[in-house]
């Protein structure tokens, strides 16, 4: 008697243009680990569908919301949602965990990469790395003595979230940073302290901080989190970066701001919008810097976030719980 498949749908926006994984291929052999897997692309789409429920015991999603109207029919076969990355934003968690599906997520494989992404910012930011390219290629080497960078063993690094993402990056940055605050209600400030930062309240962070790193979850509470005010809190010299997810911090406040000379400048991995609108005014200043939600993407992240997604599915099908559950 033939065993019944346990069928994975992967969307199609993991692969290149020229049809390859953007990750090691080899990755996929967290899946041998059951035989009874078969496993596909999806076609393109912008969100997972009934459709797709009713056809697959789990789903690889990268970029495709995921909705509570994808388990809403009742020849739902979906058993789990393994989310190509941390955020898990675009899954409506709580309507899939009704149904009896989990939602998992990769939280290990991100950490050092998006810690390394944020301080590339703050370095590239207070070193004025783009402007210097650019004096050189403009044939003005001798204009270097304007544009002076800023130096950190005696500066404030702000973090906002020290979860798995803000841990890591208070790790790295401790050698370069004359000091590091780090506001997050959920993190005890003796595990902040063991880190070697400082917990404190927002308000002080955003005050004192000379780089103000957001790497928070995006969730109701934190969306606009830094809004109007809170650039107004900011010292008029400090730069903001935000690796998190674009919709915590306001994007026309954050354009007023720059514009205004109210902060330095600014260096975002994520934008409210993505892709960025091109007549944003952001992309017409030259104190930001802007990256496609793609700084941390290396070859290593990649394919640790896809084996780490693949084990989970892996894992559900053997009857084992996966380890990255969301809300566990």
């Not at 809170?230 to 919709?247: E, L, Q």
Request: proline share 5%; net charge negative; with cysteine.
């Amino acid at each position: 008697m033939t065993a019944e498949r346990f069928r994975v749908g992967v969307t199609r926006d993991l692969l290149t243009a020229s049809g390859e994984p953007c990750f090691n291929p080899a990755a996929f052999d967290e899946l041998k680990a059951n035989p009874a897997i078969e496993w596909e692309w999806l076609e393109p789409c912008e969100a997972i569908t009934a459709d797709h429920a009713a056809a697959f015991d789990a789903l690889h999603v990268n970029l495709p919301r995921v909705g509570a109207d994808v388990v809403s029919r009742p020849d739902l076969r979906l058993k789990i949602v393994a989310r190509n990355g941390v955020g898990y934003d675009t899954v409506d968690v709580a309507a899939l965990a009704a149904k009896g599906v989990l939602t998992t997520n990769t939280p290990f494989a991100i950490r050092r990469p998006v810690a390394v992404a944020a301080l590339t910012l703050v370095f590239a930011l207070t070193t004025r790395l783009f402007k210097k390219d650019r004096l050189v290629r403009e044939g003005r080497w001798n204009d270097r003595v304007e544009h002076m960078g800023v130096g950190l063993t005696g500066r404030t690094l702000g973090i906002v979230g020290a979860g798995g993402i803000g841990s890591e990056l208070i790790r790295l940055a401790a050698p370069f940073f004359g000091r590091i605050l780090a506001a997050d209600p959920h993190v005890a400030e003796a595990q902040i302290a063991a880190l070697g930062a400082r917990k404190a309240p927002l308000e002080t962070v955003l005050a004192e901080a000379d780089a103000l790193v957001v790497c928070c979850l995006l969730t109701p509470e934190t969306r606009h989190l830094i809004g109007r005010e809170s650039f107004r809190a900011m010292k008029r010299t400090a730069f903001f970066v935000n690796v998190g997810r674009g919709p915590i911090h306001d994007e026309a406040a954050l354009a007023e701001a720059l514009a205004t000379g109210e902060i330095a400048g600014a260096g975002l991995d994520v934008t409210e919008v993505e892709p960025i609108q091109p007549d944003s005014p952001l992309l017409r200043m030259e104190n930001v810097i802007v990256t496609p939600h793609a700084l941390c993407w290396t070859d290593e992240c990649f394919e640790e976030i896809a084996r780490t997604a693949l084990r989970s599915i892996a894992d559900l099908s053997l009857g084992r719980r996966p380890v990255h559950v969301v809300g566990d």
